[in-house]
């Protein structure tokens, strides 16, 4: 069992940056893939980012390609997502995701988190 809470969530104007944790739970943190995925009122929840078991791979949606940047501690269980030029398309609540396999969170997860708000005003 693998238990996600998220945190760094807020209001932010347009341009502005953000930095999104995800602190993990139990010791097999290295065994899974990390991800953020986020979902906008009335849209699915749609990936955003992943990084590896060990951090050698990105993947990264073509919205936020350039603009944000998914990292893992694995001395703090932690991955983050640093998010700059931020534009109101951003909006969205902000999950962290994990799951067994690198390939596979593009479009699912094994483990998800409760959410953060992220708002973007223009």
Known sequence: Q?????SGGGLVQAGGSLR?????????FSSYAMGWFRQAPGKERE?????????????YADSVKGRFTISRDSVKNTVYLEMNSLKPADTAVYYC???????????????????TQVTVSS
Request: proline fraction near 0%.
């Open 20 to 28: 999104l944790s995800c602190v993990a739970s139990g010791r097999t």
């Open 47 to 59: 990936f955003v980012a992943s990084v590896s078991g060990i951090g050698a791979r990105t993947a």
């Open 97 to 115: 995701a994990a799951h067994r396999s690198f390939v596979e969170l593009t479009s699912r997860a094994d483990y998800w988190g409760q959410g």
């Open 2 to 6: 693998v238990q996600l809470v998220e």
